[in-house]
């Protein structure tokens, strides 16, 4: 699920988020207001670090999630089985 909340990021909101950055750095640097572009482009890696953040955290709870079902597997191949069990009976 993360990854399809990443890719349509990326290719919905990530391209619209670059265009507006090139319009607007472009017409900064037009203008020749360096400041502006300054200020662009910390908004930009803040946004950017902002989505890295939200996809760390979704690898951290896949990660969680992972070993969890892992040594839920594992507890499960060290019981006996409930077939032989109930066949023994």
Known sequence: ???????????????????????????????GDDDSCGQLDEELASTFAARDEEAVSGIDRLEAANAALQ???EALKAA??????????
Do not use: K, T, W
């Open 1 to 31: 699920m993360v990854v399809r909340v990443l890719q349509a990021f990326d290719s919905e909101n990530g391209q619209r988020v670059f265009f507006e950055y090139v319009g607007q750095s472009y017409g900064f640097f037009l203008a």
């Open 80 to 89: 006996p089985s409930p077939v032989l069990e109930l066949q023994v009976r």
């Open 71 to 73: 040594e839920e597997i």
